[in-house]
Structure formats: C-alpha cells, structure tokens
Nanobody, 131 residues
Framework: VQLQASGGGWVQSGGSLRLSCAGS???????????VGWFRQAPGKEREAVAA????????YYADSAKGRFTISRDNTKNTVWLQMDRLDPDDTAVYYC??????????????????????WGQGTLVTVSS
C-alpha cells in the first residue's frame, strides 16, 4: 500500500486545514482492512500521535492536543482518510504523516495509537501556523 498525504500549507492562527491521506495502489477492499493514524513531528521534537481511526471508521482516537479541534474520518470507497484541523495554533506547526496498519477482521474496530504498530507511511505534508 502506498500512501499520499496532502493538504498541508501555511495558515494563520485560528485557521483551518484539511489533510488527506490517499491509499494508492490499493483496492477499496484492501484499504478497508487497514487502520489509519495521523502523526506529526515538529522541528526538534519526537514524532507524536495526533489521531487514529479504525477500519470501519466507527472508532476514533485523539491526542489531548487535538480533542475538540481536529476530526479524523474516512471513506473506504474512496481509499481516503481525512484530518480536519480547526482553530489551528502555532504549536500545531509540524510535518504531518499518515500511516496504515493491516488488520484481520477480529480487529476491524480497534484503533492504534502508537507509531510502532504501523507498517505503511506516507511522505508527510508540512503544516505551518503563524501567530
């Protein structure tokens, strides 16, 4: 599975961006068997989890920093996961990565918060929030 993250850019504090993660070279049937996570890495800092979503989309996870401001969603028919980011703050400035993990049917509703679970990673998209 190849992932393509897009939607990053420059925005003023309080603004919004919508990141997309497209799973190319994968059929919808393959895409829907993969849990997805969004991570970010700011300059000089470790990579951290932002949000995650189960294969079905019914279960989600948000880091404390993202709760109430970010929304993760997916459409398996379009092989795409989105991260809607509202009320952005300069502390949100980072390279954002999406990642996917294939799971068996017994784990379709599980979410994975840690980066070590994930096998496939996109190239990252830069988000810059100015004050």
């Amino acid at each position: 599975v190849q992932l393509q993250a897009s939607g990053g850019g420059w925005v003023q504090s309080g603004g919004s961006l919508r990141l997309s993660c497209a799973g190319s070279s994968a059929s919808p049937r393959t895409f829907e068997t993969h849990a997805v996570g969004w991570f970010r890495q700011a300059p000089g800092k470790e990579r951290e989890a932002v949000a995650a979503i189960s294969c079905s989309g019914r279960n989600t996870y948000y880091a404390d920093s993202a709760k109430g401001r970010f929304t993760i969603s997916r459409d398996n028919t379009k092989n795409t996961v989105w991260l809607q980011m509202d009320r952005l703050d300069p502390d949100d400035t980072a390279v954002y990565y999406c990642a996917m993990k294939g799971v068996t049917s017994a784990y379709y509703e599980r979410i994975y918060r840690h980066d070590y679970y994930y096998s496939y990673w996109g190239q990252g998209t830069l988000v810059t929030v100015s004050s």
